[in-house]
């Protein structure tokens, strides 16, 4: 390995070439240096200069190396996150140019919650496909944590999700808030309780439950509120992490009772598939925002996206303050 030695900020940039970035995005997946320089069409001597190059350019060590492969060190770590997030700005660059080529408005890359994705996105689509009907929209709908990953390393252009409250994340963020969802008790139509006007813990607890997992947040909410109201768990429970289908047909046709976002049990409760029982578990994850990355400029496709979003909330009237 290089000499290593404190870095100079001002030479720096004069020292980095991109298949370096290309080889650190690969190396951080494969954790082999021969499969990673495949990647970056490097020979492998190569690979090893390159990343030594590196080293010495930083003044850190960036891997660890075993027989086990490569594992990044907490500063090879920060590194491939910067690395990656300029490979993105680069296709994104790239996606924007040929966007304006063809004539079209763009490209934006949304990452959304279910409850987010459920609703207000599709309108907020609508609203901007309306005005520039060639925008292209790419859509993914995952958990919290990697959607704000996503995000920080470029892959991600907007994401919609729940208020980030970790410092560390959420430094790198502008958030805007769009509404507050609560979680409300659902049931079949048909449910003993589906017309209850008023309903306590003991009305519930021995009717079958689908819960969040044990692994995620809302579970030790919904935990609390049992044990504090009742005393006890109930015991036919299946946790859930699967998917909304899953999680209705055990309702509808199974009998089971569900703590389900207002926004989401609404739109099932205007079609009749179940019904909103008089329970709330409050809003213990607090209110859904729309999040950009904080050191990124927008281009028009973003831009227009979030505009409509903002336009879709002051319009409609949902949960929280906003309207539908």
Same mark, same amino acid.
């Given at each position: 390995?290089?000499?290593?030695?404190?870095?100079?900020?001002?030479?720096?940039?004069?020292?980095?070439?991109?298949?370096?970035?290309?080889?650190?995005?690969?190396?951080?997946?494969?954790?082999?240096?021969?499969?990673?320089?495949?990647?970056?069409?490097?020979?492998?001597?190569?690979?090893?200069?390159?990343?030594?190059?590196?080293?010495?350019?930083?003044?850190?060590?960036?891997?660890?190396?075993?027989?086990?492969?490569?594992?990044?060190?907490?500063?090879?770590?920060?590194?491939?996150?910067?690395?990656?997030?300029?490979?993105?700005?680069?296709?994104?660059?790239?996606?924007?140019?040929?966007?304006?080529?063809?004539?079209?408005?763009?490209?934006?890359?949304?990452?959304?919650?279910?409850?987010?994705?459920?609703?207000?996105?599709?309108?907020?689509?609508?609203?901007?496909?309306?005005?520039?009907?060639? +925008?292209?929209? =790419?859509?993914?709908?995952?958990?919290? @944590?990697?959607? &704000? #990953?996503?995000?920080?390393?470029? $892959?991600?252009?907007?994401?919609?999700?729940?208020?980030?409250?970790?410092?560390?994340?959420?430094?790198?963020?502008?958030?805007?808030?769009?509404?507050?969802?609560?979680?409300?008790?659902?049931?079949?139509?048909?449910?003993?309780?589906?017309?209850?006007?008023?309903?306590?813990?003991?009305?519930?607890?021995?009717?079958?439950?689908?819960?969040?997992?044990?692994?995620?947040?809302?579970?030790?909410?919904?935990?609390?509120?049992?044990?504090?109201?009742?005393?006890?768990?109930?015991?036919?429970?299946?946790?859930?992490?699967?998917?909304?289908?899953?999680?209705?047909?055990?309702?509808?046709?199974?009998?089971?009772?569900?703590?389900?976002?207002?926004?989401?049990?609404?739109?099932?409760?205007?079609?009749?598939?179940?019904?909103? +029982?008089?329970? =709330?578990?409050?809003?213990?994850?607090? @209110?859904?925002? &729309? #999040?950009?990355?904080?050191?990124? $400029?927008?281009?028009?496709?973003?831009?227009?996206?979030?505009?409509?979003?903002?336009?879709?909330?002051?319009?409609?009237?949902?949960?929280?303050?906003?309207?539908?």
């Amino acid at each position: 390995m290089s000499t290593i030695f404190t870095p100079d900020s001002v030479t720096l940039p004069f020292r980095l070439k991109f298949r370096q970035m290309v080889l650190l995005d690969a190396l951080a997946d494969s954790q082999s240096l021969r499969k990673a320089a495949l990647v970056a069409n490097l020979t492998q001597p190569a690979a090893t200069r390159a990343i030594s190059e590196l080293e010495s350019a930083f003044g850190v060590q960036l891997f660890e190396r075993s027989h086990r492969g490569m594992a990044p060190t907490v500063f090879g770590e920060a590194l491939i996150r910067h690395a990656r997030q300029l490979l993105f700005d680069v296709q994104r660059a790239h996606d924007e140019i040929q966007a304006l080529r063809s004539g079209s408005h763009g490209f934006v890359r949304v990452g959304a919650l279910l409850s987010s994705a459920f609703k207000l996105l599709p309108m907020a689509i609508g609203e901007v496909k309306r005005q520039y009907p060639r +925008l292209r929209v =790419s859509i993914d709908q995952l958990p919290q @944590p990697p959607l &704000v #990953a996503k995000l920080r390393e470029g $892959s991600l252009d907007v994401i919609l999700c729940r208020l980030v409250t970790d410092a560390g994340a959420a430094e790198h963020l502008v958030q805007t808030p769009l509404f507050d969802d609560d979680f409300v008790l659902v049931a079949a139509r048909n449910h003993r309780l589906a017309r209850a006007k008023s309903l306590t813990m003991a009305d519930v607890i021995d009717s079958p439950w689908v819960l969040p997992h044990s692994s995620g947040v809302l579970y030790n909410h919904v935990q609390a509120l049992f044990l504090t109201q009742i005393g006890r768990l109930p015991v036919d429970v299946v946790e859930s992490t699967t998917s909304l289908a899953t999680n209705l047909m055990l309702i509808e046709h199974y009998g089971y009772l569900n703590f389900m976002q207002r926004t989401v049990a609404q739109s099932y409760a205007e079609r009749g598939a179940l019904r909103i +029982l008089p329970m =709330s578990l409050g809003s213990p994850l607090g @209110p859904h925002v &729309v #999040a950009v990355r904080k050191d990124s $400029s927008h281009p028009p496709a973003t831009v227009a996206l979030l505009n409509a979003l903002q336009k879709i909330v002051q319009q409609q009237t949902m949960p929280g303050g906003i309207k539908e």
